[in-house]
């Protein structure tokens, strides 16, 4: 299943990053499209305030269990534990269906996820990776006994796939308002 992560407050942009428009429509409806090429179904994962926002798409509500971004992951994975999921922050302007296509079509099922990373840095980007349920079924354990809520710690000390995109900067997240001027410029 895919899952995009809407459910950030957006402190550091200042307004919802979900709804920032950098392809003519909505960012996190343009990533809801481009997954669900990909997906036998596709979520939002969003704070219970956001429900009545989403024009009859389908969501899972953050079950506010976790700490960070496993809040939306492991909230999605306790509905469906079975299944694997694609997941997609809406901080990824950059992102295009080449990318994504290379990311599915080098999933590892035998990992407990495959995840992209630029060349530059060689850590796994949590949010732009296809969890396994055995990996999250890992993170639901590293979530009660662990000090550290950091996805990619977990995934640097985890068993994954890692693979890169043709160009770093299609993994750049747009987190401020330069970021997104910025990333409109290269769009542009």
């Known amino acids: ?13 200042g307004k919802d990053k979900g709804l920032l428009n950098y392809h003519g429509m909505p960012q996190r409806d343009f990533l809801f499209n481009l997954v669900n090429s990909y ?10 305030d956001q429900k009545n926002e989403l024009d009859n798409k389908p969501f899972i509500v953050d079950q506010n269990k976790y700490r960070g ?3 939306g992951i ?9 299944v694997a ?3 997609l922050a809406c901080d990824l302007p950059l992102l295009n269906k080449e990318t994504l296509s290379l990311l599915v079509r080098s999933r590892d099922v035998t990992k407990k996820a495959t995840a992209l990373a630029t060349k530059e840095t060689n850590l796994p980007e949590p949010l732009i990776s296809i969890w396994e349920p055995s990996g999250l079924s890992s993170a639901v354990i590293h979530m009660e006994t662990s000090e550290s809520s950091c996805a990619r ?5 985890s068993d994954i796939k890692i693979i890169y995109p043709k160009e770093d900067k299609l993994l750049y997240n747009a987190n401020s308002i330069d970021e997104y001027k910025t990333a409109k410029s290269i769009i542009n």
Not at 74 to 82: C, F, G
């Open 39 to 48: 997906c036998e179904k596709v979520f939002f994962s969003v704070r219970s």
């Open 1 to 13: 299943y895919g899952l995009v992560l809407a459910g950030g407050k957006s402190s550091r942009m």
């Open 153 to 157: 710690k977990f995934l640097i000390n």
């Open 85 to 87: 999921w694609l997941v």
């Open 74 to 82: 492991l909230s999605a994975h306790n509905q469906y534990s079975k």
């Open 69 to 71: 971004p496993f809040n």
